[in-house]
């Protein structure tokens, strides 16, 4: 077989001018993002900033004794699970509702994305007056006859959080779905409904199946997102809130400040081997459901 | 071809992508003018002396850079001087202010503290405490600036009493203009008694004198054109400027005034919000007012526009500097921050580093009067306290050739503040070892307005990051949690292994108090006990009580009486959260138990205090000593430092006392507090170094002398002496000439009422020795623990919430906090 010298070149000549263009971004994600997580890696595996000694997973099997890390992941997946399933599906009813016919639907997605535009002191001194123990909701709730409820230090601690976290991240989400929604081909639909489909049917089996591409990304932004909640929960309450508010990011944030950096980062770690893991699920599943509409 | 274009264009882009970001990185040149010095970016930035430590590197040498070296000069005189003052420097000699010795003054007093003039008393000894002291008189003098040739201006005289009448007149402050002429600021006070023994004031003279290099009077400017009818009038602060105008600002009027050398009254220049704490000389020889103004609430240097008769512009000062240095040289001004002195130019807003104190073994706590040289010599004014008396030295300052500077290894020590003794002890630690020596950071230095730890991060992230200092002054530091990442040394072996020390050597209850789970980890020269103390017929005889205890033994005094005098909830929870946390924290296991009755009760009795005490116009304030002897307050709290204070307590309480403490379920209510404390890293890689400097807080030297220490030593022996102190009789005679102890001093109780102190009995000493004995440790306090039972407590406390829902909050959240620390 004869083999084209000059073709061999300018494809590695194209190879080598490719990954010189994409060095920059490549050094910049290596110095910022993988650099850092390396550290952090190494850092897991040795027995203190002091004494750089190998100690293997020792680290990891003080972590996942430590009960109060457990306590933490299991409200960190509590609020996950109610949350982020909450904030997709509210958000898909809200932009199939904008979707439609309505009156002011300009304002009432300027409503709805305002959240966004509002600072973390505010939210936070707002939340503090509707739920305080003295707050609006329990004054309120009094009127009927029920007494107070310490959303802050009790039981009901996630409550509002999972509706501020709903009441920030909704609109974007919405606005996601809109968009999706805009670009579906609405060939496809009418043919649905002149051949007799109905509106359920039309949604789960053509709407929702072009969205699943768009609800993986909402899903994965809003498991992000969730993580993101320990800002307002630790102005809320502090570094030590009540047990059913105690977080992940509560335990690492503690964990710096004491100086343990083994348990911060082998903490660290783990949270990241189980959003990789969440995350591949959710990839897998979106290739099952979307299959049938990408390229 | 076109293709090859947009190939170069898209090339020569990327790279200028990458290199761009890079750009961003560079130092400024205002940073480093002299060899890495510390930079203020544009005026009222922090004081930031150590920054150009960098970190305290153990090779780090950059720190010679900064090295003076230092020549003392005692002044050849006969006379005996006990201070120099206000030290100028003008044709090529030294000039100021001498205090100087001219004899004796011995007082006698009486048990009353009355003076006694009487010979004839004094001669038969009839007196209780005699006072001896220097007398002195300030004179004008010059030298040369290795201090030889000192001498008073032959020709300057003292503005005289005028005649019939007596008084005295000073020299207060002095300083030169352009041309070298002396100038001095003298109040005169004259004053006489008639036949009938009635006082006269003859009036007072306020002077500033312009004086040639002899002391000569040329011109004499009388200032009362200035103070007119002010009843009170002083000069604050006085100086001249380039063209020979005197600018001087004092008596009730808040401004500057400005006079030529006529003493014509040019202009006054109003000051309308702040205080004018300093005139100062810029490089320029204008002159410029450091005042705080209230409007920026901070301290603003302006230049006085004589033109326009008010303040020019605020020039850039860096922050908590509070006292300038004339300029010259190349610098506008100079200033001290204590650790380096430094010379700053307005123009580029930046402030370099010209000496480093504590690394040219200097200390800057004795040094004043500091005048930088325009050949780049630093003179000053040496004053320390050396067997028993004032020593003072012209101390002339010169660059060291950093080749010239011995290799020594370097210990770091990192403090949040460096006070005057352990300073002291550093300086004399680099003097005298050949082999090492100890650079200072402290990291106070980093604090900011917006947030007062930055320090301590700093700190913290250094150690994280593997840079741990070699000694830690343990003031204002987490200890607790370093000693639970085991980042410090245990000192205990040193501490046996120490030929002069010893376990023995300590007094056993505050070694106990100091350790931290069997190990010690500071080093510690002196502690108090804060404690609480109530009769013995009210409270018994033993130490230690419960809250069950305190209301049974309230039930025994007058209705209406308080357990505490002036107590509010705060005190009172922080004091017995202090003694109780172990009792209801266990680290061992990370359990909590706030759930239980003992501390609901506990929050019930706090509950019973007020929030605060209002202090308004209605406020009678009473003593407590008043309030407990009319049984309006059955306790005090008290920190026991010494034999005396204790006693006092027994003539108030009318009676024996007990150490009760705070209530407690555990231990004895007392807890023993350390007042410095030094410790030595873990990584530390010349511990035995380490040690030879830090021992120095055990040592029962250190701990007699005269370092103002005002609380019971560490050192056995040291404890021992002040033991035999507070047991020594003080004799005198009686009227009959019998010898009888006399008291060595009385303590004030109320009006009309003062305990005389006499010596300790072995009885008093054998209680306060069991009080510190029983003491418990600052360690078992953990900071966090106690702040969310106070932010749960005050839901208790304001009536939301019931003690029981608080508990289970508190026992939810501290279980939390403490399974974390596991």
């Given at each position: 077989m004869k083999i084209n010298h000059a073709k061999l070149r300018r494809k590695m000549r194209g190879r080598l001018s490719g990954a010189a263009f994409l060095a920059p971004s490549f050094l910049g994600a290596a110095i910022f993002y993988i650099l850092p997580f390396g550290v952090v890696v190494y850092y897991s595996l040795i027995k203190s900033p002091l004494v750089r000694e190998f100690v293997g997973f020792e680290n990891f099997v003080n972590v996942l004794n430590n009960s109060s890390f457990r306590m933490a992941a299991a409200n960190t997946l509590k609020f996950s699970a109610v949350a982020v399933p909450l904030a997709v599906i509210l958000a898909i009813l809200l932009a199939l509702m904008l979707e439609?016919?309505?009156?002011?639907k300009s304002q009432l997605r300027t409503f709805f994305l305002s959240?966004?535009?509002?600072p973390v002191a505010s939210i936070v001194l707002i939340w503090q007056v509707i739920?305080?123990?003295?707050g609006v909701l329990n004054n309120f709730l009094s009127i009927f006859g029920y007494d107070k409820i310490d959303w802050f230090k009790?039981?009901?601690?996630?409550i509002p959080i999972i509706v501020l976290f709903l009441w920030k991240n909704l609109g974007y989400n919405m606005i996601l779905f809109m968009a999706a929604l805009n670009n579906m081909p609405k060939g496809l639909l009418e043919v649905a409904r002149v051949e007799g489909a109905g509106p359920v049917y039309c949604f789960f089996n053509i709407k929702l199946r072009y969205l699943s591409p768009t609800v993986l990304f909402v899903t994965i932004l809003s498991l992000i997102n969730s993580f993101k909640v320990f800002r307002e929960v630790y102005l809320l309450?502090?570094?030590?809130?009540y047990e059913s508010l105690y977080m992940l990011q509560h335990f690492m944030n503690n964990a710096f400040v004491n100086i343990d950096y083994q348990k911060l980062s082998a903490a660290a770690v783990l949270m990241a081997a189980v959003m990789v893991v969440l995350i591949a699920i959710l990839f897998v599943a979106e290739n099952f459901f979307g299959k049938d509409v990408e390229g | 071809m076109k293709r090859k274009l947009l190939r170069m264009t898209a090339l020569l882009l990327a790279v200028l992508l990458l290199v761009l970001p890079l750009a961003a990185c560079s130092k400024t040149e205002n940073n480093s003018a002299e060899n890495g010095t510390n930079a203020?970016?544009?005026?009222?930035?922090?004081?930031?002396?150590?920054?150009?430590?960098?970190?305290?590197?153990?090779?780090?040498?950059?720190?010679?850079?900064f090295v003076y070296t230092a020549a003392y000069q005692k002044l050849t005189t006969d006379e005996e001087i006990q201070n120099l003052d206000q030290l100028t420097y003008a044709n090529g000699r030294l000039y100021m202010i001498a205090w100087m010795v001219t004899g004796k003054v011995t007082e006698y007093y009486d048990e009353d503290w009355n003076l006694i003039t009487d010979e004839e008393k004094i001669a038969n000894g009839e007196y209780v405490e005699k006072y001896e002291y220097d007398q002195t008189e300030p004179a004008l003098c010059s030298a040369n600036p290795?201090?030889?040739?000192?001498?008073?201006?032959?020709n300057f005289e003292q503005t005289s009493i005028p005649e019939g009448s007596q008084g005295s007149s000073y020299i207060n402050s002095l300083c030169v203009d352009g041309s070298g002429n002396i100038w001095v600021y003298e109040e005169m006070y004259a004053w006489h008694y008639d036949e009938n023994g009635t006082y006269f004031d003859d009036g007072n003279q306020y002077l500033i004198r312009k004086l040639d290099e002899t002391g000569a009077t040329l011109v004499t400017v009388d200032l009362s054109q200035i103070y007119g009818e002010q009843q009170y009038f002083y000069v604050n602060n006085f100086l001249v400027d380039a063209s020979g105008m005197l600018y001087i600002t004092g008596g009730e009027e808040n401004g500057v005034y400005v006079v030529d050398e006529t003493g014509a009254m040019l202009c006054t220049v109003p000051l309308e919000n702040g205080s004018i704490n300093q005139l100062v000389r810029l490089k320029d020889g204008t002159v410029a007012a450091m005042y705080y103004s209230e409007g920026a609430g901070s301290y603003v240097l302006s230049r006085i526009d004589t033109a326009a008769k008010a303040f020019g512009d605020d020039l850039p000062v860096p922050g908590n500097i509070y006292y300038l240095i004339n300029g010259g040289g190349d610098y506008d001004y100079y200033y001290n921050d204590g650790y380096s002195l430094y010379g700053y130019q307005i123009e580029t807003e930046t402030a370099t580093q010209l000496v480093n104190w504590i690394n040219s073994d200097i200390n800057s706590d004795e040094l004043q009067s500091i005048i930088p040289l325009d050949d780049g010599r630093i003179i000053g004014i040496s004053t320390s306290w050396k067997n028993d008396r004032t020593n003072v030295e012209v101390v002339t300052l010169t660059k060291a050739d950093p080749s010239t500077i011995p290799e020594k290894e370097i210990l770091t020590f990192a403090c949040m503040w460096l006070n005057y003794d352990v300073r002291a002890k550093i300086i004399e630690f680099n003097k005298a070892s050949d082999r090492y020596r100890i650079n200072v950071v402290?990291?106070?230095?980093?604090?900011t307005e917006d947030d007062y730890t930055a320090g301590q991060t700093k700190l913290t992230t250094e150690i994280i990051s593997g840079?741990?200092?070699?000694?830690?002054?343990?003031?204002?530091?987490?200890i607790n949690r370093y000693i639970a990442r085991g980042?410090?040394?245990?000192l205990k072996p040193y501490i046996e292994s120490d030929p002069e020390l010893?376990?023995?050597?300590?007094v056993p209850g505050a070694l106990r108090a100091l350790e931290v789970n069997g190990g010690i980890y500071q080093a510690a020269s002196s502690f108090y006990i804060e404690t609480v103390i109530g009769a013995e017929k009210i409270v018994?005889?033993?130490?230690g009580w419960t809250v069950s205890d305190l209301k049974a033994a309230l039930a025994?005094?007058?209705?209406?009486?308080?357990?505490?005098?002036?107590?509010?909830r705060d005190n009172l929870l922080f004091y017995i959260c202090s003694m109780n946390q172990s009792n209801y924290v266990d680290w061992e296991t990370g359990k909590c138990d706030f759930n239980n009755e003992e501390f609901i009760q506990l929050l019930e009795f706090v509950k019973?205090?007020?929030?605060?005490?209002?202090?308004?116009?209605?406020y009678e304030y009473v003593s407590l000593y008043k309030q407990i002897m009319e049984g309006k307050v059955m306790l005090a709290n008290t920190t026991v430092a010494?034999?005396?204070?204790?006693?006092v307590y027994k003539q108030v309480f009318g009676g024996d006392i007990t150490f009760?403490?705070?209530?407690?379920?555990?231990?004895?209510g007392s807890i023993a507090q350390f007042s410095d404390g030094l410790a030595i890293s873990s990584?530390?890689?010349n511990k035995d170094a380490a040690w030879s400097f830090v021992r120095y807080l055990f040592t029962e030297e250190y701990q007699t002398e005269?370092?103002?220490?005002w609380r019971f030593p560490t050192n056995q022996k040291a404890f021992d002496q002040m033991v035999a102190q507070a047991m020594e009789k003080q004799m005198g005679t009686d009227e009959n000439g019998n010898e009888v102890e006399v008291s060595h001093g009385s303590w004030w109780i109320d009006d009309g009422i003062e305990v005389e102190m006499y010596a300790a009995t072995q009885e008093d000493v054998d209680q306060i020795v069991e009080l510190i004995n029983n003491a418990s440790g600052?360690?078992?306090?953990?900071q966090d623990i106690y702040d969310i039972i106070a932010e749960e407590a005050q839901a208790f406390f304001e009536g939301q919430k019931t003690a029981q829902d608080v508990a289970a909050i508190i026992q939810s959240r501290a279980s939390i906090y403490v399974n974390e620390q596991r």
């Open positions: 439609c016919k309505i009156p002011a959240p966004m535009m509002v739920f305080h123990y003295n009790s039981d009901y601690g996630q309450t502090g570094a030590y809130p | 203020s970016e544009s005026g009222n930035k922090d004081n930031s002396g150590n920054k150009d430590n960098k970190g305290n590197a153990a090779s780090d040498d950059s720190y010679k850079d290795d201090g030889s040739d000192f001498k008073r201006l032959e402290d990291y106070s230095t980093f604090n840079k741990v200092p070699d000694i830690l002054a343990t003031s204002g530091l987490p980042l410090l040394e245990d010893g376990t023995d050597a300590i018994g005889d033993k130490m025994k005094m007058p209705e209406g009486a308080m357990a505490f005098c002036d107590t509010t019973t205090f007020p929030a605060e005490i209002n202090y308004d116009d209605n010494d034999f005396d204070e204790f006693r009760v403490g705070f209530p407690t379920s555990s231990g004895s990584t530390c890689a005269d370092h103002y220490g600052a360690s078992a306090f953990d």
